[in-house]
């Protein structure tokens, strides 16, 4: 009995995050990325959404400061247009960190697309950060699973930065930050959740 009761608590947990990493300096993800692109596309949901644009966006420049509590400010450019984080100061930001190769990662998608179009015409934002070891790979991904919200792609330094601003040490994907309209990491959330989950959350800062 102590063995089945074992067994299932490492199945739950398994389902509900990707990794678990050693140390959460030097973030890195596991080798288990064969037939990524494949598999991802037959397992993620589609969802009713603005068509895909099938491409992501480079962070080009991250805070070198991290204090706590505080949202990490990082700069990308945006079909021509450069933008940046603090662009969205006065709204409540959701930041996800998740990877194409994570079927929790993969499985909260829909929710959150839905979740950004439901609050478009809220103070509110949503942005994707890829920690994708391959951009081609994830943009690839993104041509066939519509999302409806801005995706960077960041494969290690900014994940690092804000599990440090959030005193985090869980080295897991997905991983969310809730920051508020004033710029203040709120809330940091390990493993997925479901739709309900994160509009209980977010509507506290609203």
Do not use: H
């Amino acid at each position: 009995m102590q063995r089945l009761i074992l067994v299932l608590i490492i199945a739950a947990a398994v389902s509900f995050n990707c990794s678990e990493k050693k140390d959460s300096t030097d973030v890195k993800y596991p080798d288990n990325k064969q037939n990524t692109e494949q598999n991802t596309q037959q397992q993620t949901q589609k969802q009713d959404t603005k068509p895909a644009s099938g491409s992501s966006f480079v962070v080009k420049d991250v805070d070198k400061d991290v204090a706590k509590d505080k949202m990490v400010d990082f700069k990308w450019d945006e079909n021509g247009k450069e933008m940046k984080l603090s662009d969205y100061k006065g709204k409540v930001i959701l930041l996800n960190f998740w990877a194409t190769w994570c079927p929790p990662c993969r499985k909260e998608l829909p929710d959150l697309s839905t979740i950004s179009n439901e609050l478009k015409d809220k103070d509110f934002k949503m942005i994707g950060v890829s920690v994708d070891d391959n951009q081609d790979v994830l943009n690839s991904f993104l041509k066939t699973n519509n999302l409806s919200y801005t995706v960077v792609f960041e494969p290690n330094e900014l994940v690092a930065k804000y599990m440090t601003a959030a005193g985090q040490n869980q080295n897991v994907v997905p991983q969310t930050y809730i920051i508020d309209k004033n710029g203040k990491v709120v809330e940091a959330i390990m493993g997925s959740r479901s739709k309900a989950d994160f509009l209980s959350i977010i509507s506290k800062y609203l």
